[in-house]
Structures are given as structure tokens and as C-alpha cells.
């Protein structure tokens, strides 16, 4: 009761509405439909990150607490690889054109570079103190992997899995992404709450974007002729055009907004968050405009889609049955443009 004593005195002090400080968005109906869900190998423990390559029916998920990356086939929903020893497993990016997978090993400040046709090791290298999300840029041939408590980013060289450079950003690095149409990296600096721009061939900052509305700007997506920002200290997703990084608006997401993925040809956003909570934005307006926001399983923070086939695939650590799992969504037809 104290505390909600606190509360209102606050609210009524900087004069913002106690509905507003207090109420959190109504949840919605997705519109998606669960097609399946598949058991997984290891403890019931935390996923970060997942990638996908769609044209080899590859899926590739970071189980974070037991230091494994699983390789699945999309096609079977089976796992047909696990690549162990990834202590603190977190950000996984596959690069079909050069059949490489590259995992920021977390609990052993590497990067790790993997064979994507036979899940065999080919390099570690050193990547900071916490190594996580990561970007290929085609241009140069290089990963860049966000080094979230060193404040830097640490440049690969993508065919000899060695760092070519470190990048310092002074503040903690959030996600990474590569900007097509600007030829540059986006990057952001959570604590700061900027998205840095980089020149990838000369590795300099070249602008600082401030993220109004935004509090701890940590998940980042290049999508769609937009940069979008997931800011978990508040719930929001901003949506920012290019190449200014203007701000176009802000949406109301589930609580810890983490993994954003886009399926491009329903020009659909999914925004997963630390509660389990998915979030989808339907992107033809500009600012976006959500279409559904619910609870689709515990700790459903993590999402990867098939852009072939639109579905979707959210690791977690428990299903229920005391393993951890794969759900997978397909979208309702009425989602289609």
C-alpha cells in the first residue's frame, strides 16, 4: 500500500495520468496459429539467439544454458547436429553463401566459427567480455560481434575466423545489424540509448542517433526500408526510417521486448519478449501498427521465421513436460497483404 501511495504522489507530481503509468497494454489476438511442438535435447534451460537459413532448411538456435548450438531441418522439425562446448552460448548468425555459422560464446569471451554442412569447429577466437548478438557484412567479409559489457564491437574476418579490429562505442553494445542500402552497420549503444552508425571499411563512427521515448535500446532489426529498435527498459518498439533514422513512431509491446524477425512477404514484424509475450506489426503504415499482442509460452523471447514459408520458431526452455522445446506458428491467411 506504501508503495502505491508512492506511486500516485509521483504521478500526480510530474502530472502524468495514474492510467497511463499504471495500465498495460491489452493483450490482442495473434494472428498465428501453433502447428507444433517439438521436444528438444538438454536441461530446461535459457535460448538466446536463432538463426535460419531457408534455402538449406537449416535452423540454428543458441541453448544458451547448456552451452550447446542445435541444428535443425526444417523440413522434419529434427535435430540433426549439436555443436557443444559454446560455454554461455547467446548471439548465432548463418552465412549460406560461405556455408559458415559464427556463435558469440559468451562464458568464454569467443567467437566461434562453425562448418554449416558438417557442425565441426573450425576457429575460436577472443571477442571481449561478452560476446552477443552478431552482423555479416558482405561488402568486407567480415562478422562484427557486439561485445555488450566491453562497450565495443570486435571485427571477424569471416574466412579465418580471427579478429581483424575492435571498435570501441562508449557505452554497452546492444544488437548489431548491417544496412544494405547504406553499405554500413547500425549498432545499439544501450546505455546510452544511440544507435551508432559505422563505416564497416573504415571502422569509424561516422553519427550517434539519439532514440527518443527509448529506455536501454537493445534489440535492433534493418528491415523493410526501416531500422527498427526494441527498448526493453520501457516496452517499446520504435520504428526509425532510413537513412536518417528519423523517428516514424513508438508501439506498446510485451514486457522485455529481446528478438525481433520479420517475415518480408507479409510484411509482418514479430517483436519477442522476455515474458513470453509476441507482439506482431503489420509494417505497411509507416510507424507500423500492431495486429496482435498475447502470451504465447513462457519465456518465448527468442523468434526466427522462414521467409518461405512464413513460419515461425520460438525455443523454450519448458514446454510443460519439463524439457525444453520448439513451438512453431504458421500465420493466419488473413495476415497476408
Avoid at 19 to 34: F, G, I, K, Y
Avoid at 213 to 218: K, L, M, S, V
Avoid at 230 to 238: F, H, S
Wanted: aromatic share 4%; hydrophobic share 45%.
Amino acid at each position: 500500500m506504501l508503495i502505491l501511495v508512492g506511486v500516485l504522489a509521483l504521478a500526480v507530481a510530474i502530472g502524468v495520468p495514474l492510467v497511463q503509468r499504471l495500465t498495460r497494454p491489452a493483450s490482442e489476438a495473434l494472428p498465428l496459429s501453433t502447428v507444433a511442438t517439438v521436444a528438444l535435447p538438454g536441461r530446461d534451460s535459457r535460448f538466446d539467439y536463432a538463426d535460419l537459413d531457408a534455402g538449406a532448411h537449416r535452423l540454428f538456435l543458441a541453448h544458451m544454458g547448456d552451452g550447446t548450438l542445435l541444428e535443425l531441418d526444417t523440413r522434419t522439425n529434427k535435430v540433426i547436429a549439436t555443436v557443444a562446448d559454446l560455454p554461455t552460448v547467446t548471439g548465432v548468425i548463418v552465412v549460406p553463401e560461405l556455408h559458415r555459422v559464427f556463435a558469440s560464446a559468451a562464458g568464454a569471451g569467443q567467437v566461434v566459427t562453425i562448418d554449416e554442412d558438417t557442425a565441426t569447429v573450425l576457429a575460436r577466437a577472443p571477442a571481449g567480455s561478452f560476446p552477443d548478438g552478431l552482423a555479416y557484412v558482405p561488402t568486407t567479409g567480415q562478422v562484427w560481434i557486439s561485445d555488450e559489457d566491453g562497450g565495443a564491437e570486435t571485427v571477424l574476418d569471416a574466412r579465418t575466423g580471427q579478429p581483424v579490429a575492435t571498435v570501441p562505442l562508449g557505452g554497452e553494445a546492444g544488437n548489431v545489424r548491417y544496412d544494405p542500402a547504406g553499405d554500413r552497420i547500425l549498432v545499439d549503444v544501450q546505455t546510452a540509448n544511440q544507435v551508432a552508425v559505422i563505416d564497416p571499411h573504415t571502422r569509424t563512427i561516422l553519427s550517434r542517433a539519439p532514440v527518443p521515448d527509448c529506455d536501454h535500446d537493445h534489440g535492433l532489426l534493418v528491415a523493410d526500408g526501416r531500422a527498427f529498435v526494441a527498448c526493453d527498459g520501457n516496452n517499446k518498439l520504435l520504428t526509425l526510417a532510413l537513412p536518417g533514422l528519423t523517428k516514424l513512431g513508438a508501439l506498446d509491446v510485451g514486457d522485455g521486448p529481446d528478438v525481433l524477425a520479420i517475415d518480408p512477404a507479409r510484411r509482418l514484424l514479430y517483436v519477442a519478449a522476455e515474458s513470453g509475450d509476441v507482439t506482431t506489426v503489420d509494417l505497411r503504415p509507416a510507424a507500423g501498427r500492431v495486429t496482435g499482442r498475447a502470451h504465447l509460452a513462457d519465456n518465448a523471447h527468442v523468434v526466427a521465421i522462414d521467409p518461405t514459408t512464413g513460419r515461425a520458431y520460438f525455443p523454450v526452455p519448458d514446454t510443460g513436460a519439463g524439457h525444453p522445446g520448439l513451438v512453431i506458428t504458421a500465420p493466419s491467411q488473413e495476415t497476408h497483404p
